[in-house]
């Protein structure tokens, strides 16, 4: 059974960082893409940051561009995804995502609140 797991959420205020981590289970870690969406309160989910499955290609919503980092640890099965220069608007729950063909996983979401 595939888990995927997010952590590393919490309150922070603008400006600051955080990192979230997606630890996986249950499947080929190294082959599956990886990506990182949120969702916002009454907002609809949207894509934040995508690895492929090498790790040498990255690609980033234009929200998130300069700010944030995402990279994966193969031998950890974990993907992360770094984030810097926090604004409130990038409050909402962050959910990792792991892809490979027609299959496509999700965690359960950590919560990021950017709040002074």
């Known amino acids: 059974q595939v888990h995927l797991v997010e952590s590393g959420g919490g309150l922070v205020q603008p400006g600051g960082s955080l990192r979230l981590s997606c630890a996986a289970s249950?499947?080929?870690?190294?082959?599956?893409?990886m990506s990182w969406y949120r969702q916002a309160p009454g907002k609809e989910r949207e894509f934040v940051a995508s690895i492929r499955s090498s790790g040498g290609e990255t690609n980033y919503a234009d929200s998130g561009k300069g700010r944030f980092t995402i990279s994966r640890d193969n031998a950890k099965n974990t993907v992360y995804l770094q984030m810097n220069s926090l604004k409130p608007e990038d409050t909402a729950v962050y959910y990792c995502?792991?892809?490979?063909?027609?299959?496509?996983?999700w965690g359960q979401g950590t919560q990021v609140t950017v709040s002074s």
């Open positions: 249950g499947l080929p870690f190294s082959l599956y893409s």
């Open positions: 995502n792991a892809r490979l063909s027609n299959a496509r996983y």
